[in-house]
């Protein structure tokens, strides 16, 4: 089922976008981006590395945030939701698939996003593998998590995108994405450590950037691990009670 989903899903998005609107975005957005920061933050210095990698890897974190949840609106417009919910399979099984479908282009960006601060700018990389490794599979399911919740927030609210582009705002500015957690004021440091966007792109960075070790990023990957444990749980019943609600209400198939 997830396979199959993924392929549809891959399909659909190839002939929305087409291949050379597919080929831009993701060459223009980081490519754009990036240029952008060496003005602000001056190419040479240790924050301009810093938001090379958080540009890279916060691709992923704008797929947990709009990916699934502007899915799901499309599948209700086109009539199709209640047949996805009635499938003989677990609804997991096909979100997953659709995660995947973005996960692809996603890392796409991470591609364009290194190589060009690497080329353009001369940004160097000294990663650690075994820390790298684990920060990044650590990051990723906390935000598989997350896209659960906001999943099933956009099946109550018919809107996903609108609430998706609400939030974003709040995210880039706490969630290190333009700079690290640990410049930001204190009473604004102290909210944005309650989520895991600031952990998680702290420790791919000083992993790609400074070859930290699994030990010297403890500080990281131990509340990172906690948000890993607790997010696809929180996402899983989350999006269970919300569809359940839906259910009850016989909204599912309305937009």
Not at 2 to 27: C, D
Not at 157 to 172: D, E, G, Q, T
Not at 241 to 252: K, P, T
Request: aromatic fraction near 12%.
């Amino acid at each position: 089922a997830m396979i199959a989903s993924w392929r549809a899903m891959t399909s659909e998005r190839l002939y929305h976008l087409g291949l050379g609107g597919g080929l831009a975005q993701l060459l223009i957005m980081p490519i754009v981006q990036i240029s952008i920061f060496s003005i602000v933050y001056g190419a040479s210095s240790d924050l301009f590395g810093y938001v090379v990698i958080a540009q890279a890897a916060g691709a992923f974190v704008m797929t947990s945030i709009f990916h699934n949840g502007e899915i799901l609106d499309r599948e209700r417009e086109k009539g199709t939701l209640v047949s996805l919910f009635l499938a003989p399979c677990s609804r997991f099984a096909w979100l997953a698939g659709f995660i995947l479908a973005g996960l692809l282009q996603t890392t796409g960006m991470l591609v364009v996003s290194l190589t060009f601060g690497w080329l353009a700018f001369g940004v160097s990389f000294d990663p650690n593998i075994p820390a790298l490794a684990l920060s990044f599979v650590l990051f990723l399911s906390a935000l598989w998590g997350m896209g659960l919740i906001f999943s099933g927030i956009g099946l109550i609210l018919k809107r996903a995108n609108a609430f998706s582009n609400l939030v974003w705002p709040f995210i880039i500015l706490l969630g290190g994405l333009y700079f690290p957690v640990a410049e930001l004021p204190d009473g604004m440091r102290q909210i944005a450590r309650v989520l895991p966007f600031g952990y998680g792109l702290q420790a791919i960075a000083d992993s790609t950037l400074h070859h930290a070790s699994i030990g010297e990023l403890a500080s990281e990957l131990i509340p990172l691990a906690g948000f890993a444990i607790a997010m696809p749980i929180a996402g899983v019943l989350a999006f269970t009670w919300l569809e359940h609600r839906v259910r009850v209400n016989g909204e599912l198939d309305l937009f």
